[in-house]
């Protein structure tokens, strides 16, 4: 039954998921189809070179354009759509139309709030990995690889940096949606105007954790003298300050909190649902 639960709710997310990953993998494919390299313009007799020509007819250039804006939107469709299905089904199925038969089944609630919080998993786990693989086809060309770096993956910097981030973006994408979830919880034990308390509430609570976030941060630079120069005005080149492996013990200690705070909803969740489920 547990698994059985895990499948269901995949199949509602994944049907447009798919849609989204299989669209941002075509958009990455033209793009490096359609990738380019310019020829230098010489601008004085000492050789100094100042911007170039396109090597590619201006129908190409156009194509390249666009498929850069759709790998833009893809990565955010993606994520957005990942989230929204999540909490749709979550509550279809634990307040919606859904939900009388959800209940009626023969698992207990925390039984139940596992499975979803195993399909959150697997679903997040699923979007990252997507993402992945599109950045390594992209880093294939060298306008690729200056599209990824511009969304923070330096390909000199070293294999630890890359994982960080990753397993970074994924406890916070993990959060947004365990935040989400909450705020439904909480909106729908009201009588009235469920769907705008729940709102609410879920905003409260990733706004809550963002202040958290900050005096946590704070609180570390007191006790690490390196972190302070994210609270400080540096001279000189900021490149000798946010090197990967600052960079990278900043992200281990975001992602730290993160996990803490993920951790904190997942219990508090299991706990609201134990006192009991109150259906449309």
Not at 131 to 143: A, Q, Y
Not at 198 to 223: D, E, H, K, R, T
Request: hydrophobic share 50%; charged share 10%.
């Amino acid at each position: 039954m547990f698994t059985n639960l895990i499948k269901y709710d995949l199949k509602f997310i994944f049907k447009t998921v798919n849609v989204y990953i299989t669209l941002l993998f075509i958009s990455v494919i033209l793009y490096n189809l359609t990738s380019y390299d310019y020829t230098p313009t010489i601008l004085d007799a000492n050789g100094q070179v100042f911007g170039g020509d396109p090597d590619a007819p201006i129908f190409i250039q156009i194509l390249h354009s666009i498929s850069y804006n759709a790998v833009i939107v893809m990565l955010v469709a993606l994520i957005l759509n990942a989230i929204v299905r999540t909490w749709i089904r979550f509550k279809s199925s634990i307040y919606g139309d859904e939900s009388y038969l959800t209940h009626t089944l023969p698992v207990n609630r925390q039984t139940l709030w596992l499975s979803k919080l195993a399909s959150l998993i697997i679903v997040v786990f699923s979007v990252i990995i997507s993402i992945t693989i599109s950045f390594c086809i992209l880093s294939l060309t060298s306008s690729g690889k200056n599209l990824i770096s511009s969304l923070g993956f330096d390909q000199h910097a070293p294999v630890s940096y890359t994982f960080t981030f990753l397993f970074c973006i994924f406890v916070e994408f993990l959060f947004i949606i365990l935040c989400g979830i909450t705020g439904i919880i909480i909106g729908n034990r009201s009588n009235r105007h469920r769907n705008l308390y729940s709102i609410l509430f879920g905003f409260a609570i990733y706004s809550l954790s963002a202040l958290f976030l900050l005096g946590y941060i704070f609180l570390w630079s007191c006790l690490d003298s390196s972190i302070q120069s994210l609270f400080t005005i540096q001279d000189g080149n900021p490149n000798d300050i946010f090197t990967p492996s600052f960079i990278t013990k900043i992200l281990l200690g975001i992602s730290f909190a993160y996990t803490i705070m993920s951790i904190i909803l997942v219990l508090i969740n299991n706990k609201l649902l134990k006192q009991g489920v109150d259906v449309d």
